[in-house]
């Protein structure tokens, strides 16, 4: 194994790992609520949202607009204080789109959640079609002196797929504006999302050669989950969707590790939603859960994250070269 980056019982370059490399100390992320919508809500873009989309099944509860983002920050840091004993922390605008909005609303927000003596930077949740130029200038001018991460919901890079689930924005848009931060000091983190109906593996596994071609810093894994209250809850219900097996997700976010360079840090690799909306798949694994079940099948296979390319093998998975 290579690569210095990646420890070599872990086989993963985790974020956590590269946080605590560049700061010297354990960092924790502390989500708030801005108040944002999305431009496939409002009406800009479309309306009704991503058809898998309920933010309630990813959000802490404790963050809600109605409460001012520093009483949240508080709130969130107590907690990681207390649970990880973390000494800093990063501010992770998460719900819905925290680009979307005229950039003097984000630069107050930015910039009181960044007054705090324990915050390091921000990280922000946002789409590719989201991100202005006047809210990339305002980045880079945080960035240097802080650290900053734009989080780019890209989710697949079929545009097939981003407009059955009602993405409201294509590939194009992403790469657009992937090459638009790039070179500003901000990082670039990539969410992406495996399971959708009609998705298969060889396509999957194509956005990890993607991926190694952009100026990506850090990914975010899940598989899709049907939670209440949404399109896709309707459509399992119906039998349109079954969601994959846990064997094949594991197998093939294994797959995707293997092509994806090893510098790239991996921020999460499972999405977990509260029982009580909770429809399927029902895998009952806490994150670490997985993320151990996947560094368990790396070593079992006797793999790494960038491996594929060390070696500069080519694979066929289901007929077709990725």
Not at 46 to 73: L, R
């Amino acid at each position: 194994m290579p690569n210095e980056l990646i420890h070599k019982e872990l086989r993963i370059n985790s974020y956590g790992s590269y946080l605590r490399r560049r700061f010297g100390c354990r960092v924790s992320k502390v989500n708030v609520d801005g108040g944002f919508t999305c431009p496939n809500r409002d009406g800009s873009r479309g309306t009704g949202g991503c058809i898998y989309c309920d933010n309630s099944s990813f959000s802490p509860k404790g963050t809600e607009a109605i409460i001012p983002i520093e009483a949240q920050m508080a709130d969130g840091m107590a907690y990681h204080r207390t649970r990880l004993h973390s000494s800093k922390f990063l501010v992770y605008f998460q719900k819905f789109t925290n680009t979307y909005g005229p950039v003097d609303k984000l630069s107050d927000l930015y910039r009181r959640a960044l007054d705090h003596p324990d915050v390091l930077g921000l990280s922000i949740g946002t789409r590719p079609d989201s991100v202005s130029d006047e809210a990339i200038e305002l980045l880079t001018e945080l960035a240097r002196d802080y650290y900053i991460c734009v989080e780019l919901g890209l989710q697949s890079m079929d545009d097939g797929i981003l407009d059955s689930i009602n993405r409201g924005h294509n590939l194009a848009e992403y790469l657009d504006t992937v090459e638009r931060l790039a070179g500003r000091g901000i990082e670039i983190c990539t969410h992406l999302i495996y399971g959708f109906p009609g998705e298969t593996r060889a396509g999957f596994l194509k956005t990890a050669r993607l991926i190694s071609e952009l100026p990506i810093d850090s990914v975010k894994l899940h598989q899709l989950h049907v939670v209440e209250g949404t399109r896709l809850a309707e459509l399992y219900r119906s039998g349109t969707f079954t969601p994959i097996s846990i064997d094949e997700y594991v197998g093939t976010i294994c797959d995707f590790l293997e092509e994806l360079p090893p510098q790239i840090t991996i921020q999460r690799l499972y999405g977990s939603a509260p029982l009580a909306i909770r429809v399927a798949p029902n895998w009952d694994l806490k994150n670490n859960q997985m993320w151990y079940r996947i560094v368990n099948e790396l070593r079992r296979r006797g793999s790494w994250q960038g491996c594929r390319l060390e070696a500069g093998e080519r694979r066929v998975v289901n007929g077709e070269s990725v």
